[in-house]
């Protein structure tokens, strides 16, 4: 491996303060996807077609205003357009899993791309971590481990829905690295527009195919409403805000708050348990964000040197 950054990652990546909360904050709206996904009473796939669906016109409303067209080339067309497809395949695959698995598992499994962005992280520096860098990853997946630890649950009855989960998680990394590469020359609405447009055909497909119910029944629009402004708007909207100013490592760690977000829901929406050991996983996520932030800040201040 090579032993120094490009002069082009150095660039990308110079993350402010309110980079960092957009990157969270996304996260955090994520946190709530798997429980309006079994609040609606679409079928699974069904409900990830709403999510795309929804937002479509306010995506191209926006991206018409960012001068999609002026900035699109062929290129960057194929790339953004096959994320849509990999995304609408996470898409399909977590929400069939989470019909199947316990929310604690589908967040830990449907997370676990984020394991991959942090592999695919350090290819894409072309050098080993430094001390700090390596220390934030253990720390994170360290408590990611912890906090779903005591609740996972592998048996015969929620295998299938965790494999399902565990494939979305693939899918997912497999969305994120050319969108955030897509980033570099469109911006987030853009994006967001092309992602949805590519990937909602296919989930309405694969729905119908399926045989699931796409009309929604006596629940009406309301949990696919919150799915798609929680998850597609405001979650997936800061997220892709936040991939150009960050490398796939820090986003890959950053992607395991959502187990942490997750514990905190179900001990104040379900009343879970929430001991020692949960809040102790929590601050070990936390405290390899803080060393992220700290590496990111100690490496500008040696530029501006």
Known sequence: MAI????????????????????????????????????SDTGPVAAGFWRLLLPLPLFVALAWR??????????????????????????ASWHIGIERTKLANATLFGNSGSLI????????????????????????????????GRSLEISERTFAGDLFCLLAGLFY???????????????????????CAAGSPILLGTAIAMGEPVWPGPAGFAPLIGLALCSQVIGQGLLVFSLKHFPPLIVGMALLTQPALAALIGWVAFREGLGWPDVAGMALVGGALVLSRVQTRRREGRRAA
């Open 173 to 195: 990394a497999c969305y994120l690295i050319p969108a955030q590469r897509a980033r570099e020359a469109l911006r987030q609405w853009s994006v967001l527009a092309l992602v």
């Open 117 to 148: 962005l942090m592999v695919w992280g350090i290819v894409a520096l072309r050098r080993w971590p430094r001390a700090g860098e390596a220390l934030a990853m253990l720390c994170a997946v360290a408590g990611a481990l912890i906090l779903m």
């Open 4 to 39: 120094a950054t490009t002069a082009r990652e150095e660039k990308i990546y110079a993350p402010g303060a309110w980079h960092f909360v957009a990157l969270l904050a996304g996260n955090a709206a994520l946190a709530f996807g798997p429980l309006l996904v079994r609040l």
């Open 66 to 91: 960012e001068g999609l067209f002026a900035r699109l080339d062929r290129r960057v067309a194929l790339l953004v357009l096959g994320a849509g497809v990999f995304f609408a395949c996470d898409l």
